[in-house]
């Protein structure tokens, strides 16, 4: 099986033998993967007892929890990499979220879908309703992203809090697109943070 493509890039930037703290790590997909390919001390935080349940079934360890309100419990820099992946959008509070992120983990890896991509910004001109893509797949009552954001938004977000990218990857379905325009051509974003 193979990783879905924010997951995969990630993968390819963990470096062997490290630890990492996966929250809101689903079934544990990216965790096993990292544990099998590069020895990594893979932990992981999910909020849903059905994903825990998967995950724990793989040998992972993972525990049942809330970003929102458990991170931090978590000592600071006891990870390597903390991993956010295609859930700061569905936090209550992103901006703390991050923060802990990165308190807690050396670099911090964050991928989210862009609300700016322009199949979005086509279905909200011309249908006036609240899209429904391949990465947004569900209607807008059965969603569970509750901060809508841009690439352009995270990049001021970012450097408003003095936090460095060390690196940045766009997407376009399963292809990687050019930094130029990504907030218009990329259907999600990976990126790399440090303080």
């Not at 992203?145 to 690196?167: K, S, W, Y």
Request: one cysteine or more.
């Amino acid at each position: 099986m193979s990783l879905r493509p924010d997951l995969a890039i990630i993968a390819d930037h963990v470096a062997p033998a490290t630890r990492v703290l996966d929250v809101g790590c689903g079934d544990g997909e990216l965790m096993a993967e990292l544990r099998d390919r590069s020895a990594v001390d893979a932990r992981g935080i999910e909020i849903d007892p059905v994903n825990v349940s998967a995950a724990v079934g793989r040998g992972l360890s993972v525990v049942q929890g809330d970003a929102d309100a458990d991170l931090p419990y978590y000592a600071d820099q006891a990870f390597d990499y903390a991993i956010l992946s295609q859930t700061l959008q569905t936090t209550r509070a992103p901006d703390k979220v991050l923060e802990e992120l990165l308190r807690i983990g050396r670099c911090a890896f964050v991928s989210f879908p862009n609300f700016a991509y322009w199949r979005v910004r086509w279905s909200l001109l011309w249908g006036g309703r609240m899209p429904v893509t391949q990465a947004l797949p569900v209607s807008w009552y059965e969603t569970e992203n509750i901060h809508q954001l841009t690439i352009d938004d995270f990049r001021a977000f970012v450097a408003q809090r003095g936090i460095v990218v060390e690196n940045a990857w766009f997407l376009n379905g399963d292809r990687r697109t050019s930094a130029a325009a990504a907030n218009f051509r990329a259907e999600h974003a990976v990126f790399l943070l440090r303080r």
